[in-house]
């Protein structure tokens, strides 16, 4: 079992810079992978960028080059650090986790997370 919290969502300006932090706690073999995704309204949920435990990522193509995630094992945290937002990046961002075992390409697929936060919004206007 695995309880997972985020925050550090808001409303930022175009351009602007977020950091998301998600605790974990629970059974750390069921969070050998963690990972980002996001919703807006009539979209599917979306992978973001995800990491193992040995650091090893995946991003979404979308966001390469200004996303970055990170995870602290021994704080039991993940984040994702936003910069440069646009727009499209305005969603209900989840942190998920993950046992068994994954390659990389499976780190942004919403079904291969069984554990998951509630969300926190992330707004970006102009």
């Known amino acids: 079992q695995v309880q997972l919290v985020e925050s550090g969502g808001g409303s930022v300006q175009a351009g602007g810079s977020l950091k998301l932090s998600c605790t974990a706690s629970?059974?750390?073999?069921?969070?050998?992978?963690m990972a980002w995704f996001r919703q807006s309204p009539g979209k599917e949920r979306e992978g973001v960028a995800g990491?193992?435990?040995?650091?090893?990522?995946k991003y979404a193509n979308s966001v390469k080059g200004r996303f970055t995630i990170s995870r602290d094992n021994a704080d039991n945290t993940m984040f994702l650090q936003m910069i440069n937002l646009e727009k499209d990046d305005t969603a209900l961002y989840y942190c998920a986790a993950a046992g068994g075992f994954m390659v990389p390409s499976s780190y942004l697929i919403p079904s291969k997370f069984k554990y998951w936060g509630q969300g926190t919004q992330v707004t970006v206007s102009s």
């Open positions: 990491i193992d435990r040995d650091g090893r990522t």
């Open positions: 629970g059974s750390t073999n069921d969070r050998r992978y």
